[in-house]
DNA sequence: GTCTATACAAAGATAGAC
DNA sequence: GTCTATCTTTGTATAGAC
């Protein structure tokens, strides 16, 4: 299968934490649920990728469900981990935004299936109760990201003529959405991908001569 | 149920074209899909949402793929006379580009659920040789945006130091996941909102005193 | 154009043997 | 940790009456 090496190299990374088995089906069922959907994956695909029956799968998990939470926990405890630690050591809001979207980037080659999968999955799985954490973590990135735009802002950085609001969402839409066509093994790297994203929004995409 | 009254509403305004009943149901349907998304949208949710029974939906329907492609045609089909009109009557690339993003995010009063249904369910739907057309669509829309871009490199309007399909890409994403959080009835017009993403793209976040 | 009734398939999940 | 076997629920779709 197309993606196996993928999933293997991606488990070999992981596998320093929990039981190995475990880790590994993880990353096998994160990247189903990040290429074909959450509610397209059945738990027949993710047995019989890891070439496995269905039933064994009860034998590690509670639920389907279980499974992408703990993919979505593991992603967003990093990301939030990753925000404080931008917002702490920056200098300026113009360093701090280019750090976060630089992270950002870096993020996929960790977490590209977890991304793919909150960005997708969000708006279905944020109706159930267990995952209100969801909306939470969005608030949260939400608030990060707004404080710096006010506070570049204040100091004359950032134009004052854009909604921090609209700013902000722009942003938020740029830096995610970027998973959909991210190839790792691509000609880019997430440094140079993160690096004109940076440009365009700072400087726009008009020439200055 | 709270959409039921844009729904009723965007009915209405369809009402001209087809039989009418039909109309509605897409209207109904195509509300519920890019909400809830296809996959999790059943056929008995269409018909709740009608006030009628699912078997009844089969008289005027196929099959739950028959309505979404059906939603999905008529605004790609609208799109792309779009995107033809602006390249032929647009003076140059800068306003061609503004243009673009103007009616993307006009589109979105008459097409908002069908624009949130390309963008979520194409990966999947995708998948099936009926949709093919979606990848098409997707193609044409790529041609016309990079061939904008590049005229205006070598005019000297587009800065060169940009990778001309990350910039598309770039453009691309801005403009249709703004559908995620566009509120028609909200404080932003469609064209305040696109003369903002218009600003930061030409010009940047920025300040250049 | 809608209803009643139901066929049929697929999916999530469980129990107990190995 | 995986397999065999199976239960249960849900979802798509059909047939024929009204």
Redesign the pocket.
């Known amino acids: 299968m197309f993606w196996e090496d993928g999933a293997v190299a991606s488990t070999k990374r992981l596998s320093n934490r929990g039981?190995g088995?475990?880790a590994e089906?993880l990353a096998i069922a994160g990247e189903l649920f990040a290429t074909r959907g959450f509610?397209a994956?059945?738990?027949?695909?993710i047995?019989d990728a890891?070439?496995?029956?269905?039933?064994?799968?009860?034998?590690?998990f509670?639920?389907?469900?279980s499974m992408v939470d703990e993919i979505l926990r593991e992603f967003l405890d990093a990301q939030r981990e990753t925000n404080e630690q931008v917002l702490r050591e920056a200098s300026d809001p113009r360093a701090a935004i280019a750090e976060l979207i630089r992270r950002s980037f870096g993020a996929m080659r960790r977490y590209r299936a977890a991304i793919a999968i909150f960005q997708n999955e969000s708006n279905y799985l944020g109706g159930f109760e267990r995952f209100g954490y969801l909306q939470q973590a969005a608030e949260d990135f939400e608030r990060t990201w707004t404080s710096l735009l006010q506070d570049g802002r204040r100091a004359g950085v950032f134009r004052e003529d854009l909604d921090p609001k609209v700013t902000y969402r722009f942003m938020r839409d740029m830096v995610w959405t970027a998973v959909h066509w991210y190839d790792p093994r691509g000609n880019l790297t997430a440094d140079a991908i993160a690096d004109q994203y940076i440009e365009i929004l700072c400087d726009g995409i008009v020439s200055r001569e």
């Open positions: 039981s088995r475990r089906l509610l994956t059945t738990v027949r695909d047995a890891a070439g496995i029956l269905s039933g064994s799968l009860y034998h590690h509670d639920s389907k469900e």
